[in-house]
């Protein structure tokens, strides 16, 4: 199948679309380079006007994009309603913070470098390139877009191809909102595509959330070329609970971690640490509420885990569980493909894991948990920073050094601490290891593609 959408609940095929020619790709960079340089010459305050035009859009469609959203990719319908109310809170985060973030910064002894006058200013790179996964289709897209835009570049997007309609969407709904046209154009293509379109002297930069083969794929390519890239790559955070933390507590919020989105998220918790004192308690409290979940329909409200994305995706994850169970794992709950039409899988927990498991070893994108036992925090550290990612991580305790030395130790992006990790528009995101590098969101985020210019002046 190509460039389609393919309803997970059903498995039956809606849509497909004819990838763009050759030729409706080169006019779509020529736009989207146009658009760059007329962006560069616009204000602040006219762009953030328009962004916050396009946010107003984007909230007052939010019904009918989250069903369509849902269709596409299979999450609980209020959970995409979700998603798009985030999106157009972020373009108004960034419309409203945008010129303060890349305000002009003086420094304040200039007399020392022999100046009258120095400073340093951010400016737009001109169209950069976004290659964007299909499990957050509006918010991935957007956490790029929105600073992007506002710092003056355009935007090339190439989604995944079983999300097109909700890649349609977004190619028009800048340009509704007042941005010239061409600010942001969404390139119906093939990922074996994609190496053309960034090696084109036009497009400037490149992101990428996706998989590690893909970010490597990328990264080489925009290396070959000297382009800026910033890659947001996958995880297997860890979700460690010590005794001094609220079991029950640590336990409900487990299970909303590894479940959100059909448990299909980067930042999703995927390894369970749980100390030997606390590990019998919260082991039977998670199985019990992972077990209870309703699975089913993601368009009904009731539902709290849908189907996985694609047919090959739940099938990879059942091969990881059987993998596992062949080799001694102890299921707690799931651990089946349940008997119905679509791409689902049960909620599973699997204890008694060892190194010779491809469960230990990669990333499970679905709701499947691993629960590990440490005897002390050494050992917890020591499972938690063995995976070759470090995307986000979550430290339940209430002990303040014991929180410290985890904060210091852990190998991660980010530490949330008696909590699940969230990605909020406020706060810097991104990983080290093999979960990339660079950092979206916040004032990072949107200067990652500018130029830090330094100005002085005899």
């Not at 022999?114 to 897209?141: D, H, I, K």
């Not at 089913?296 to 090959?312: C, F, H, I, K, M």
Request: negative net charge; proline residues 5%; charged residues 20%.
């Amino acid at each position: 199948m190509g460039i389609a959408t393919v309803n997970p609940t059903t498995g039956l095929t809606e849509k497909e679309f004819e990838p763009h020619s050759s030729e409706e790709v080169q006019a779509r960079i020529a736009e989207s380079a146009g658009a760059a340089a007329r962006l560069r010459a616009t204000t602040y305050e006219q762009r953030a006007a328009w962004m916050l035009a396009a946010a107003e859009i984007l909230a007052d469609e939010a019904n009918s994009l989250a069903e369509l959203i849902t269709v596409e990719m299979g999450k609980p319908i209020a959970q995409s309603v979700a998603e798009v109310q985030k999106s157009a809170k972020a373009m108004r985060y960034y419309a409203e913070n945008a010129e303060a973030f890349l305000a002009d910064s003086p420094l304040q002894d200039p007399a020392a470098v022999g100046a009258s006058q120095a400073w340093t200013r951010y400016e737009p790179l001109g169209a950069v390139l976004a290659v964007m996964p299909w499990n957050y289709p509006l918010w991935q897209v957007i956490r790029f877009a929105a600073p992007a835009l506002m710092a003056g570049n355009s935007g090339l997007l190439k989604h995944a191809s079983n999300v097109p309609q909700a890649a349609i969407y977004l190619d028009t709904l800048f340009e509704r909102g007042g941005f010239p046209a061409g600010s942001f154009r969404t390139l119906l293509i093939g990922g074996g595509e994609v190496a053309d379109v960034l090696a084109d002297p036009r497009v400037k930069a490149v992101t990428l959330t996706g998989s590690e083969p893909a970010g490597r794929s990328v990264a080489s390519i925009a290396a070959d070329h000297v382009k800026k890239a910033v890659l947001e790559l996958g995880g297997s955070d860890p979700f460690i609970v010590m005794p001094t933390a609220d079991i029950a507590e640590a336990a409900a919020t487990a299970v909303r971690a590894r479940i959100n989105n059909n448990g299909q998220s980067c930042i999703a918790g995927k390894r369970f640490i749980v100390h030997t004192d606390v590990y019998d308690a919260f082991a039977a409290e998670f199985a019990q509420r992972m077990a209870d979940l309703v699975v089913g329909d993601p368009l009904d409200p009731q539902t709290e885990v849908g189907p996985l994305a694609t047919r090959s995706g739940r099938d990879e994850l059942a091969e990881l569980v059987e993998d596992a169970r062949d080799r001694g794992a102890q299921i707690l709950a799931g651990g089946t493909i349940p008997d119905s039409k679509g791409f689902f899988y049960a909620p599973t927990v699997v204890a008694g894991l060892t190194d010779d498991m491809r469960l230990v070893q990669e990333e499970a994108f679905g709701p499947v948990a691993s629960l590990y036992r440490a005897n002390d925090r050494e050992e917890a550290l020591r499972i938690a920073n063995q995976t070759s990612f470090g995307l986000s991580s979550a430290v339940w305790t209430r002990d303040a050094a014991e929180e410290e030395w985890f904060l210091q130790n852990l190998e991660a992006g980010a530490v949330f601490i008696n909590g699940m990790t969230v990605s909020y528009q406020e706060l810097p995101f991104g990983g080290i290891k093999r979960s990339g590098f660079g950092r979206e969101l916040a004032a990072e985020g949107i200067r990652e593609f500018c130029n830090l210019k330094t100005v002085w002046k005899a």
